[in-house]
């Protein structure tokens, strides 16, 4: 299973872009990297996924270098309610192949 | 869509009774489903693996006989907590999934709390 690491913790400022960094190295050929945000007695909750390059959505963008021994997750002009914990994963790709989580960044956004 | 339904959000209960959480799919089907355990301030834990209509795969460390999962349908998986102690004091999160191409979606996950 890929092991990720990430940095344990984050302060940011209301409307600034916040990026956080997972490193990945012995991520599989059909891995994919998940993104995931928890807030305190919820359950996780999907952000973004992608399997190279750029993916964008609504909330994030996901930015995969061409090795994919890590990946970044940025979320521009975060507000108070980000402040969360958030997990990359690397699995899937098709198989059951269970998904093991880091320990996470804890970001903490001031006013 | 993905739609997943926890229950109970929270539960007390006395050492060395027994408790059920279940764990719903509601628009989707769920062949495998996945359960974790969260101490606080700690990331989530691996607990078992389970595939519809077969036995649990548990995780090194966790006992089967004391972490009853039963995964007899597509849309609702159980884990039983029996002869709980206060160590057992957790957050239980499930994860149903039935197609492995997609992320996963969680439970919102069980307080529990053994007294």
């Known amino acids: 299973l890929a092991k990720t690491t990430q940095p344990i913790s984050m302060d940011s400022y209301e409307g600034q872009e916040v990026n956080i960094t997972c490193s990945h190295n012995?991520?599989?050929?059909?891995?994919?990297i998940t993104w995931y945000q928890q807030f305190p007695s919820q359950g996780p909750r999907f952000i973004i996924q992608?399997?190279?390059t750029k993916v964008t959505n609504e909330v994030a963008s996901l930015f995969i270098p061409a090795d994919r021994k890590s990946s970044t997750l940025s979320l521009p002009r975060v507000s108070l309610s980000d402040t969360a914990v958030y997990y990359c994963?690397?699995?899937?790709?098709?198989?059951?192949?269970?998904?093991?989580f880091g320990s996470g960044t804890q970001l903490t956004v001031l006013p | 869509g993905a739609v997943v339904s926890q229950h109970p959000s929270w539960v007390i209960c006395k050492s060395g009774t027994s408790v059920k959480i279940e764990c719903r799919s509601l628009?989707?089907?769920?062949?495998?489903m996945f359960w974790y355990r969260q101490f606080p301030k700690q990331s989530l834990m691996l607990m078992a693996t389970?595939?519809?209509?077969?036995?649990?795969?548990?995780e090194q460390g966790v006992e089967k006989d004391k972490f009853l999962i039963n995964h007899a349908s597509l849309t609702l998986s159980t884990l039983t907590v029996t002869s709980a102690h206060p160590e057992d004091s957790s957050f239980y999160i499930c994860?149903?999934?039935?197609?492995?191409?997609?992320?996963?979606?969680f439970g919102n996950g069980t307080r529990l709390t053994v007294t």
């Open positions: 994963l690397v699995g899937g790709g098709g198989s059951a192949r269970q998904l093991t």
């Open positions: 628009d989707f089907q769920a062949t495998t």
């Open positions: 389970s595939n519809e209509g077969s036995k649990a795969t548990y």
């Open positions: 992608g399997y190279k």
């Open positions: 012995n991520i599989a050929t059909n891995d994919y």
């Open positions: 994860s149903p999934t039935g197609d492995y191409n997609s992320p996963l979606h």
